[in-house]
């Protein structure tokens, strides 16, 4: 996901956690351990400003898809 | 209700490669009831979460979480200076959506639609005006530092209001 969503990404691996780096943010206190959480990947993707839908393509139900019924501003077109 | 805003202030001593450091924090965090669980979402700082069964349970890992982010970063720095700026840069790095999250369930709160259930209405109250997110990382090791006891506080947490 990260490959293909937050292009430039980095990470590493820290004594207690998974240290990542994206468009200027670090996270530091993502999981080591496999098996991570959704809410981890959740929050990780929204701090760190990668994009939701890209995110949403590789890991399904991260975040609720938006349909076009349900945005305004697709409504309209 | 299924957000909770909380206010916490945590202190720690952490070792770090020369020096001993307090790190005292006033943060913000917004609890959520997701996935069938509770998430504790670092709101300032913003690069943390956790949960738990319980409110409780969440709380405690993020406790935990946190100060091994300190001790992390401690072990990055390879002096004090350097430690004190990782630790304000990760504190700082706010969480925008978070935050309007986090005065979303202020207003909430505030409006008195709805009550917070048990045990959020068991908590203290702070004020949110009053409580404002803030860090402050001191060399411990100092000569000219003074010990008291009146210096130790436990873990706080509280429920935030508005003024």
Known sequence: MLQNCAPGCTWRFSTHNRVITFNGHVYRTFPKHD????GHIRKMVR?????????TQHIPGLFKVK??????????? | ???????????????GNGYLSGVTATGRALMAHEDGQWWMYGVCPGGI?????????????????YKNALFDMAEEAKSFPGFKELVRNFFNDKHEEEEENWQSALRELRSGKSDPAT??????????????PEISVTRLDAASQTFVASQNHGDLYALAEAA
């Open chain 1, 67 to 77: 349909t076009p019924a349900a945005d305004p501003a697709k409504k309209s077109k």
């Open chain 2, 1 to 15: 209700m299924n957000n909770y805003p909380l206010i916490f202030a945590f202190r720690d001593a952490v070792s």
């Open chain 2, 49 to 65: 979460a956790e949960s738990g069964s319980t409110m409780q349970e969440a709380y405690l890992r993020f406790r935990n979480t």
């Open chain 2, 119 to 132: 045990p959020f209405s068991e908590l203290p109250r702070w004020k949110a005006e009053s409580n404002p």
């Open chain 1, 47 to 55: 701090f760190l400003g990668i994009d939701q839908d890209c995110a």
């Open chain 1, 35 to 38: 098996n991570v959480e959704l």
